[in-house]
């Protein structure tokens, strides 16, 4: 015998090796073994591309299994069904005669199915007298449940690998939106840096990508969109963003730390009495925004701020500020907005205010408008920094009771 193809009786159908050794594994089915039909054909359906199948082939494995009269597929039942094809045709929506053996083909290539063919290759069953069947003659359907647990591995490979695949394709897409918004800003910004190059890269790396992308595409492609992103946060961690706002700064008073940290009445706005002569200089709202507060108690309310700052740590008030701005692209809050703040605020609270914001960014539908209100109501006189520096720190202590 040859070691390619072997032909069943009567020259029917050439049959492969594989297939022989298929309907021989059958016959080993363990004793009161027993499977859903359609718990096992969800399975195969969700496995169809590595079993090399197509939805058609799946409509023709639903009629084969309609015929099998039970729900449940047991070792020690009668597992061939032999409907006609027009019989499976009609069950299968329709399906042409040359499609319907095409796809029971690929049934029995993917060793789902076995052909049994009788002497003359009709289907039917011989019963006895009391209607038992005592042979049949068509498709046997015991492959299926012979490999019920590989299909099921094989099914929830393929869900896994799908999930992988629709996270990949999250990330790029945000890694992709990231670097779009930096660069638009540092252009906007007009930070110094080859700026025009690092745009052409990216629009080369978004060419890159098809319309239906495999998954070594998307990895492939998200890795370089991430080094691109570093060589961008690393560009701009290194120009003096805030040269103008710093002076800005350094004109106003100087910077004055809050000696009493936990006393609240010290965060609040004061009012024109307590200000006294002090009021015609500076406005309520100026006053108070005007006070930095301790760099620690800032960090401890709004730790989210850290991971933006030089190396993913903050140990001064420039490596705040020079965060600040970071977390600003990140945030999509335009630089005009942040700018507006600054002046108002100064630069060190516009940065603790973008802080604040980032804490919460995850209730704050547009982090650039709700900025722009701030700002609006620091210039009114009718926003405070303590109360919300208060609040967040009191976030964060109920947060770790309820952790501990």
Request: proline content about 5%; charged content about 25%; some cysteine.
């Amino acid at each position: 015998m040859q070691s390619g193809n072997v032909t069943t009786p009567f020259g029917r159908r050439p049959m492969s090796l594989a297939l022989v050794r298929q309907q021989v594994a059958t016959a080993e089915i363990p004793p009161g073994k027993r499977a859903d039909k359609w718990k096992v054909f969800r399975d195969a359906s969700e496995a169809r591309v590595p079993l090399g199948l197509q939805d058609r082939s799946l409509a023709v494995l639903d009629a084969l299994l309609s015929f099998y009269p039970e729900n449940e597929l047991r070792q020690d039942a009668q597992l061939v069904v032999f409907p006609s094809n027009a019989q499976l045709s009609l069950r299968a929506h329709g399906i042409a005669g040359a499609t319907l053996r095409r796809h029971l083909a690929l049934l029995v290539d993917a060793g789902l199915v076995i052909r049994k063919d009788s002497a003359n290759g009709k289907r039917y069953a011989r019963k006895d007298r009391s209607g038992v069947i005592e042979s049949a003659f068509g498709f046997d359907i015991s492959p299926l449940l012979l490999r019920c647990e590989e299909l099921a591995g094989m099914a929830q490979k393929v869900a896994a690998d799908r999930a992988a695949f629709r996270r990949a394709k999250e990330e790029l897409t945000i890694r992709r939106r990231d670097v779009r918004k930096l660069i638009s800003a540092a252009i906007e910004e007009g930070a110094p840096g080859d700026w025009a190059t690092m745009e052409d890269v990216y629009i080369s790396l978004v060419s890159r990508v098809p319309r239906a992308p495999t998954m070594a595409e998307v990895v492939e492609v998200s890795k370089e969109m991430t080094l691109l992103h570093e060589k961008i946060i690393n560009a701009l961690k290194s120009v003096d963003n805030l040269k103008n706002t710093s002076s800005y700064a350094a004109h106003n008073e100087p910077h004055i730390q809050n000696s009493k940290p936990d006393s609240t009445s010290e965060l609040e706005p004061s009012s024109e009495k307590e200000l006294g002569a002090n009021s015609r200089l500076n406005p309520p709202a100026k006053a108070e925004l005007q006070r930095s507060f301790p760099l620690g108690l800032v960090l401890k309310a709004c730790p989210e701020i850290s991971a933006y700052g030089p190396a993913g740590t903050i140990g001064n008030w420039r490596d705040l500020m020079s965060a600040a701005v970071v977390a600003r692209s990140m945030l999509g809050i335009s630089p005009s907005a942040y700018q507006e703040a600054c002046e108002v605020m100064g630069p060190e609270n516009a940065a603790v205010t973008l802080a604040c914001i980032l804490e919460r960014a995850g209730h704050i539908n547009s982090a650039g408008g709700y900025l722009r209100d701030l700002t609006s109501r620091a210039q009114r006189g009718e926003f405070s920094l303590g109360p919300v520096l208060m609040a967040l720190l009191r976030s964060a202590g109920d947060s770790g009771r309820e952790a501990g």
